[in-house]
């Protein structure tokens, strides 16, 4: 029964199709993977999809830096491996390739880093309404988030006190998420760690 006209598609035939068309407007979605399996990385590929849809994305990252989620986001962007982009044979072909998404996309993407351990989606609101707010005054007209990537919930604190007890507190930051989708009606995605404690 899901509006397949409100769903983002992920420009993954197979995930589509698993998800029923796409992402679901106000749901919270999970990538879930072990460490080191590509959480972060994905999230750029669908970063650059969204934004290709003419979709506006706030990427939050809890984990990695704002330059080295820039530096997903442009492998995504370029089709370039992170040592190529280093590499100064290919120095020119990766401006002309940033340079044209950012003409084109650039006013749609904001990254925002923030310390892990550190903060609650409260705090992830807070800061969406600010650059809603930003946006609008800057583009003068309506801006809102078509997409939030948050990079990753484990590394979010529940709003409600911490029980102790893993789940209760992982289920609260689910919650959490859920929340923040249903505020800003539109999907969440985020990342979770498989094997760990």
Known sequence: TYDKSRMITTGISGLDDALGGGFVSKNMHIIAAPPGAGKSRTMAYLTKHCLENLKKVI?????LSEEETMANINTAITGLSLHEMLNPLYLNEFKEKTQKFKNNYGSDLVVKFFKPGAITCDTIHNYIQKVIQYKEEKLGRQWKPDVIMLDYMDKLLPT????????????????????????????????????RG
């Open 59 to 63: 990427f939050i990252t809890l984990e």
């Open 160 to 195: 409600q006190k911490i029980k102790g007890n893993i789940y209760e507190d992982v289920g609260g930051i689910a919650t959490d998420c859920k929340n923040l989708a249903i505020s800003f009606d539109c999907p969440v995605i985020t990342g979770s760690q498989l094997g």
